[in-house]
Each structure stands twice: as structure tokens, then as C-alpha cells.
């Protein structure tokens, strides 16, 4: 069974930085895309950032420029490197490991972390 585990979230102010760290494990398979969402309260989960088996990256509009995502493929691991962060960036923060390809992908997700902003 796949287990996806983030680390790194906490409380900063208006301005400050924080790193965020998804380690996969339990799979043999390859472990194709690797990326973060958010989902505050009463809001939809949306996209953040990904970064794919080759290193192409995804940015939703609202992080770019101030996050960066990057991928340690020897480990299995994604972080989230997070920049001029404002109260808007506050929510749960969750990993999501895309394992194989083609007509054989699974999801997995971590249970979140979670990233609060003071003003």
C-alpha cells in the first residue's frame, strides 16, 4: 500500500517562507507525477503546484513566482518551497502521488498539513 506523508506546514506571517515536504512510499511502480493542493474551508481543493516524471512543472496563477516545486526522484519525494506568503495562502495543504501510467494510474493522497498565514 502506498503512504503518502507531508511535512513542513506551520504558522507564519504575512511575508514569510515555508518549505513543505511529501515523501511516498510503499510502491515499486513508477511514481509518475508528484504535487501539492490546497483546500481551505468551504472552499474547493485546487491546484498549487505538480512537477511530472520527466520535470515539467503545473502553477496555479495565484502561486507563481512565489512558490517553487521540485522533486527528489531517488526518494520519492516533492517539496514545496513557499515565498512572500499571505493570509490568502492559509489552508490544509495536501500531497498527490500519481503511481503509473496509461491505463494503469492510481492516486494516492497525504492527510495534509497545514499552512496558516497571520496578517
Known amino acids: 500500500q502506498v503512504q503518502v506523508v507531508e511535512s513542513g506546514g506551520g504558522l507564519v506571517q504575512t511575508g514569510g517562507s515555508l518549505r513543505l515536504t511529501c515523501v511516498a512510499s510503499g510502491t515499486a511502480y513508477l511514481v509518475n507525477i508528484m504535487g501539492w493542493y490546497r483546500q481551505a474551508p468551504g472552499k474547493e481543493r485546487e491546484l498549487v503546484a505538480t512537477?511530472?516524471?520527466?520535470?515539467?512543472?503545473r502553477y496555479s496563477d495565484s502561486v507563481k513566482g512565489r512558490f517553487t516545486v521540485s522533486r527528489d526522484y531517488d526518494k520519492n519525494t516533492v517539496y514545496l518551497q513557499m515565498n512572500s506568503l499571505n493570509p490568502e495562502d492559509t489552508s490544509q495543504y495536501h500531497c498527490?502521488?500519481?503511481?503509473?501510467?496509461?491505463?494503469?494510474?492510481?492516486?494516492?493522497w497525504g492527510q495534509g498539513t497545514q499552512v496558516t498565514v497571520s496578517s
Open positions: 512537477m511530472d516524471s520527466a520535470g515539467t512543472t
Open positions: 498527490k502521488v500519481v503511481v503509473g501510467s496509461g491505463w494503469s494510474k492510481h492516486d494516492y
